[in-house]
């Protein structure tokens, strides 16, 4: 499955990093601590969160996840967009919460 | 220039996890048993009772930097100290202005009262000081900025409520003055696990909630004499102003 599908299935908005819009996708991750998303997400998975700070794309980047999917309406700032452009790294967003937002990709990926 | 003994990270009576006998008064008075020549008052998103520290601080020798330990909307604590009163105000504006609205059960988390010099109860604040302001911490550290303040993010090798733990690591671009490390770490083993914090002054405190835990850790300052412009030049390294050393175990 790939970025482009979830975008489709789950009706997410996509506010930058298009270019990674087919990125592949393997899992998914979710978690608001960044230092435990460093240590635990894995490359190709997509990362569900609520942080919408720059970081989030330096971490993106480090571990070469597949997108980002932001829960709750939230959108990313300003710096966090600019690098996701330069990175090809898509942040998507969802008015899910985290719980459904997690429910839902869970079977699709696994359904 | 001369050496001065500083611990910037202590809580008053008005932090809900502060200790009532925290008081302006027993601050001072512990801080003068511990020979501490500068402390900072960091309670949890509110100044209110800094200020009368810094008078009672004057009369005892005792140089005061007033400020709060501010939590962001990433849970990062983070200390923002300010030189004028003026300053201090508009900081306590935006605070008010930036905490969002959850009541305090006093039974649950403590008491958030602040007090006169006798010890008196002059206020007590009704929302939850511990909760996160809904601005991060690069507004922040552009507000404390702007008001000429110094920002130093708090206990940064923590596993809560730090920097490391929220955020993973500081940002290049974030405008910060120097960083804390608590009074326990192991900074040999701190700098290896994150290797940025090379790139930043770093100072002790002791973070005390309770009178006996003032000068806990501290950090020496070399100073012409104890200010805020120069501690902010010490952070800086500027004019031959630095810290010399951290009271850190390892």
Same mark, same amino acid.
């Given at each position: 499955m790939k970025v482009c599908d979830l975008v489709e299935k789950l009706n997410l908005? #996509?506010?930058?990093? *298009?270019?990674?819009?087919?990125? *592949? #996708? #393997?899992?998914?991750y979710t978690s608001d601590l960044l230092s435990d998303v460093m240590g635990n997400v894995d490359e190709g998975q997509v990362w569900i969160t609520l942080q919408t700070h720059r970081n989030i794309m330096a971490i993106a980047s480090l571990k070469e996840v597949a997108a980002i999917i932001l829960v709750k309406g939230y959108k990313p700032e300003k710096a966090a967009i600019e690098q996701s452009n330069e990175e090809g790294i898509p942040i998507l967003g969802t008015d899910m919460e985290t719980f459904e937002a997690s429910g839902t990709l869970f079977q699709l990926l696994n359904g | 220039m001369k050496a001065f003994r500083a611990d910037l990270h202590i809580h008053t009576v008005l932090s809900p996890c502060g200790s009532l006998e925290m008081s302006p008064e027993q601050i001072i008075q512990s801080a003068k048993e511990k020979d501490l020549d500068i402390i900072g008052i960091a309670d949890h998103n509110s100044t209110r009772q800094s200020r009368l520290i810094k008078e009672i601080g004057k009369q005892n020798d005792v140089f005061v930097l007033c400020g709060a330990e501010v939590n962001t909307k990433e849970e990062v604590h983070c200390l923002a100290f300010f030189e $004028?009163? &003026?300053?201090?105000?508009?900081?306590?504006?935006?605070?008010?202005?930036?905490?969002?609205?959850?009541?305090?059960?006093? &039974?649950l988390f403590g008491d958030q009262v602040w007090v006169d010099a006798e010890g008196n109860i002059l206020g007590e604040e009704d929302r939850l000081l511990i909760v996160g302001l809904d601005q991060s911490i690069d507004e922040?550290?552009?507000?404390?900025e702007a008001l000429n303040g110094i920002f130093i993010p708090a206990h940064v090798d923590r596993p809560r409520y730090s920097v490391s733990s929220q955020l993973g690591f500081i940002s290049p671009d974030l405008k910060v003055s120097a960083l804390e490390v608590s009074r326990i770490a192991n900074l040999k083993e701190v700098l290896e696990r994150y290797s940025w914090i090379k790139n930043y =002054?770093?100072? $002790?405190?002791?973070?005390?909630?309770? =009178? &006996?835990?003032i000068g806990a850790g501290y950090s020496t300052f070399l100073l012409e004499a104890p200010g805020f412009n120069e501690i902010k030049k010490a952070l800086h390294n500027e004019d031959g102003r630095k810290i010399i050393s951290i009271s850190l175990k390892f």
């Open positions: 908005k #996509v506010f930058c990093g *298009e270019q990674g819009i087919n990125n *592949e #996708v #393997v899992g998914a | $004028t009163d &003026e300053q201090l105000d508009e900081f306590q504006d935006y605070l008010d202005q930036h905490l969002p609205y959850i009541q305090n059960k006093p &039974e922040v550290a552009d507000k404390v =002054p770093v100072l $002790t405190n002791s973070d005390a909630h309770v =009178p &006996e835990d």
